[in-house]
């Protein structure tokens, strides 16, 4: 995966090697269900305890043939001790993990700090850029941090290099500073 910036005359590249990963092991299945010979409905559950009906039983012992300790578990119902095997299916599609990340700047390696440097660096021009010097007029749509804000007239008694605006989604308004609206970008 490879992300292009273009800062100025410098082209900064990302790029970040994923790694298919894939097990072939058994994989809870989500929409298992079942009700053991007592009654007892038992399913999967979202969350750490994936199996809150059921609890783990377990048992040591030694292997004749390896000459180890083996440690051999099951899940059992936590009302009557019957065993049971929650539904799994085996997943075959490739997954990816994250990799090495390389930082480029015009093609020659650069540290993660200098190239989070140089992004940190083109964020604060382009804000910079965004930043209104005159009041905008009255009606037109700006941006607030985050918001979309509506301009409305000053309010009466308001300092001067102030804007009173309205939230989009709230409808409140509010008294603020000129530095702190942005254009929005086309």
């Given at each position: 995966?490879?992300?292009?910036?273009?800062?100025g005359?410098?082209?900064?590249?990302?790029?970040?090697?994923?790694?298919?990963?894939?097990?072939?092991?058994?994989?809870?299945?989500?929409s298992w269900?079942t009700?053991?010979?007592?009654?007892?409905?038992?399913?999967?559950?979202?969350?750490p305890?994936?199996y809150?009906?059921l609890?783990?039983?377990?048992?040591?012992?030694?292997c004749?043939d390896?000459?180890?300790?083996?440690?051999?578990?099951?899940?059992v119902?936590?009302?009557?001790?019957?065993?049971?095997d929650?539904?799994?299916?085996?997943?075959?599609?490739?997954q990816?993990?994250?990799?090495?990340?390389?930082?480029?700047?015009?093609?020659?390696?650069?540290?993660k700090?200098r190239?989070?440097?140089?992004?940190?660096e083109?964020?604060?021009?382009?804000?910079?850029?965004?930043?209104?010097?005159?009041?905008?007029?009255?009606?037109s749509?700006?941006?607030?941090?985050?918001d979309?804000?509506?301009?409305l007239?000053?309010a009466?008694?308001?300092?001067?290099?102030?804007v009173?605006?309205?939230?989009?989604?709230?409808g409140?308004?509010d008294?603020?500073?000129?530095?702190?609206?942005?254009?929005?970008?086309?």
């Open positions: 995966m490879a992300r292009t910036f273009h800062l005359d410098d082209v900064l590249e990302i790029e970040r090697d994923m790694i298919q990963v894939s097990t072939g092991l058994p994989q809870p299945s989500k269900k009700t053991d010979s007592q009654g007892h409905e038992h399913a999967y559950a979202d969350g305890d994936r809150p009906t609890r783990v039983e377990g048992r040591t012992f030694w004749p390896c000459h180890e300790e083996h440690e051999e578990t099951r899940l119902c936590r009302l009557c001790g019957e065993r049971v929650p539904g799994t299916y085996i997943d075959t599609s490739p990816y993990l994250p990799g090495r990340t390389s930082y480029l700047l015009n093609g020659e390696p650069i540290t700090e190239a989070e440097e140089l992004l940190a083109a964020k604060r021009r382009q804000d910079d850029s965004a930043r209104l010097t005159e009041a905008p007029a009255i009606g749509r700006v941006r607030l941090g985050e979309v804000v509506t301009v007239p000053t009466e008694g308001a300092s001067a290099g102030s009173t605006v309205m939230y989009d989604v709230t409140r308004m008294t603020v500073s000129l530095g702190r609206l942005r254009a929005l970008r086309p």
